[in-house]
Nanobody, 118 residues
């Protein structure tokens, strides 16, 4: 089993910043992909950004405003969000692909609400 614990969501005004954190624990030997997704009301879940040892990948709407990073020693991934817009309002989910005992597993966090409003 792999557990993901997210934190850092909240209410912020347009133009503000937030930093999301996600820590993975449990049956983990290694993690190759860590990422953030989001889902707004009435919309499909979409990729925000992900990160591997080879680099970072961002959705177009995230480029220039969001930065993803990871701490391999802590099995953690972060999302620094700046210049937030009302359309960034969504539940943000952490996703991790981990390896343990010959098996790859994809795990999701419980989600953290980000609300951008004046």
């Amino acid at each position: 089993q792999v557990q993901l614990v997210e934190s850092g969501g909240g209410l912020v005004q347009p133009g503000g910043s937030l930093r999301l954190s996600c820590a993975a624990s449990g049956s983990i030997f290694s993690i190759d992909v860590m990422g953030w997704y989001r889902q707004a009301p009435g919309k499909e879940r979409e990729l925000v950004a992900d990160i591997t040892s080879g680099g970072e990948n961002y959705a177009e709407f995230a480029k220039g405003r969001f930065t993803i990073s990871r701490d391999n020693a802590k099995n953690a991934v972060y999302l620094q969000m700046s210049n937030l817009k009302t359309e960034d309002t969504a539940v943000y989910y952490c996703k991790v692909r981990s390896y343990y005992s010959g098996t790859y597993r994809v795990s999701w966090g419980q989600g953290t609400q980000v609300t951008v409003s004046s």
